[in-house]
């Protein structure tokens, strides 16, 4: 008889027998339903010894960072710490125009930052009164996280080195360094969301959209700048601000601005300009492997156009991504 409620009870005493009574664990928080879902999860089952960390890889969104620490401090008590990371991603990813080189870096700096910040928690603790070791790295990796970078294989290689599972380094997968832990392994999205609904998580934290482990960087086609971020973020603010007022948010399962590789001519005022060009998408999909192009509203995606080449100096061009996947996929790399 499979009931949430069961479920959470079992996967809390199978999480603490897995810990045992003194290891640490660290994990990655985003602010999304499913790391989120595993953190709440983890402080139920072992409280004080679960550290929640937040790495800033300087391809969140608006003001993302603080916004996800409040509400977890708020809403579910969870202390979380933000490691800015901002800059030392975006001068490793300088240059880097190639989809996978992307994921990789970001991957593997995300992962070396983990591990700095599990050894500083250490040393915090030394005098504290349980001190222990910080064994574990929690993840809210979802199944199908997992088979979609075990399954995306072409003839010689892997197509996307996909979600948080692709981009651990082999020390990781070859169980050197910190240990994975996986609560949330097995279940579906809307599995996850029946799980925090259960655990007291806010509908609007339950209903959030997916944000990507490479953030923006692979919402951005092309190289990844200060300056390009800046324009993605803003855009993004704007489009996901009125998809809300809108009240059409929880219509589309997916939805972001992004930024063409290339610039577009543009009139401002009476001068030619240079501009970039904004990708606009949102999709509506039950499993996230296919899906379709939202069905926008004319006259409110010209108004987000038209807000956005406004506000956002050096935008010429809005475009929309009517693409379904397959053949395209949600993100733009
Ligand atoms: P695609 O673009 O492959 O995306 O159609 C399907 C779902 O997966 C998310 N996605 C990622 N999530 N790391 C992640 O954590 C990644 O490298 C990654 N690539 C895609 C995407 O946002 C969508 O929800």
């Not at 960072?65 to 001068?91: P, S, W, Y």
């Not at 390009?228 to 219509?251: H, K, L, P, T, W």
């Amino acid at each position: 008889n499979w009931t949430m409620s069961n479920f959470i009870e079992q996967e809390i005493s199978r999480i603490r027998g897995l810990v045992g009574p003194t290891d640490h664990v660290i994990g990655a928080v985003s602010g999304g339903v499913d790391s989120t879902v595993a953190a709440k999860l983890m402080q139920e089952a072992i409280a004080d010894r679960f550290h929640a960390v937040l790495v800033d890889n300087g391809v969140m969104r608006l003001n993302e960072c603080q916004q996800v620490k409040q509400t977890l401090a708020q809403h579910l008590g969870i202390n979380l710490k933000i490691v800015d990371g901002a800059e030392r991603f975006l001068n490793g990813l300088a240059g880097v125009t190639e989809p996978e080189q992307k994921r990789k870096f970001i991957g593997g700096c995300f992962i070396d930052l983990f591990e700095e910040e599990a050894v500083k928690i250490e040393k915090a603790q030394e005098n504290a009164p349980s001190p222990g070791k910080v064994k574990w790295f929690l993840q809210g990796t979802l199944y199908p996280d997992v088979i979609e970078s075990l399954s995306f294989k072409g003839p010689s290689a892997t197509i996307k080195s996909h979600h948080n599972v692709g981009g651990l380094p082999q020390r990781m997968i070859d169980g050197q360094g910190l240990k994975l832990i996986e609560p949330l392994r097995e279940l579906f999205k809307d599995e996850v969301r029946e799980m925090g609904r259960q655990l007291g998580i806010h509908e609007d934290l339950v209903m959030r959209h997916p944000f990507p482990g490479p953030g923006l960087a692979i919402r951005i086609l092309g190289e990844v700048t200060a300056e390009r971020v800046d324009i993605a973020r803003r855009a993004d603010d704007i489009y996901i601000s009125m998809i809300r007022e809108a009240g059409i948010y929880n219509d589309m399962s997916q939805a972001y601005a992004g930024l063409d590789s290339s610039r577009s001519v543009g009139v401002m005022g009476d001068k030619r300009e240079y501009g970039y060009i904004v990708i606009l998408r949102a999709v509506r999909t039950s499993d996230f492997m296919t899906a379709e192009a939202y069905e926008f509203d004319w006259a409110l995606l010209k108004r987000i156009t038209s807000r956005i080449v406004n506000e956002i100096q050096g935008v010429s061009r809005v475009v929309y991504d009517s693409t379904s996947k397959p053949p395209g996929t949600i993100e733009l790399e």
